[in-house]
């Protein structure tokens, strides 16, 4: 699978998820397909999919701080960076 297909399945799992949603946070591809998660027009962070491996960037980072291998294991990791784990 392509880094390009990668990034479309976790901005469409990230879309879907109930728990980003109720806390007001939105889910964009940009153009060059980086994943870009913000709430309120604030960026949080930045996805992008590099030799099929996902990095997350959170915002005023100039690297990537998490790595995960598969689209379910980011959509856990960004839930737990914004503090959303415990959250009801």
Same mark, same amino acid.
């Given at each position: 699978m392509s880094? @390009?297909?990668?990034?479309?399945?976790?901005w469409q799992?990230?879309? #879907?998820?109930?728990?980003? &949603?109720?806390?007001?946070?939105?889910?964009?591809?940009?153009?060059?397909?980086?994943?870009?998660? !913000? &709430? #309120?027009?604030?960026? #949080? *962070?930045?996805? #992008?999919? &590099? %030799? *099929?491996?996902?990095?997350?960037?959170? =915002? *005023?980072?100039?690297? %990537? @701080?998490?790595?995960? =291998? !598969?689209? /379910?294991?980011?959509? @856990?990791?960004?839930?737990?960076?914004? /503090?959303? !784990?415990? %959250?009801?």
């Amino acid at each position: 699978m392509s880094d @390009q297909e990668i990034e479309i399945l976790l901005w469409q799992q990230l879309e #879907r998820n109930v728990l980003l &949603k109720r806390h007001g946070f939105s889910v964009v591809v940009s153009e060059t397909g980086d994943v870009i998660v !913000d &709430k #309120r027009g604030h960026v #949080r *962070g930045v996805w #992008r999919s &590099k %030799a *099929g491996q996902l990095e997350w960037t959170p =915002a *005023g980072y100039n690297e %990537a @701080q998490l790595f995960a =291998a !598969d689209v /379910g294991e980011a959509e @856990q990791m960004v839930i737990e960076a914004l /503090g959303l !784990d415990d %959250a009801s």
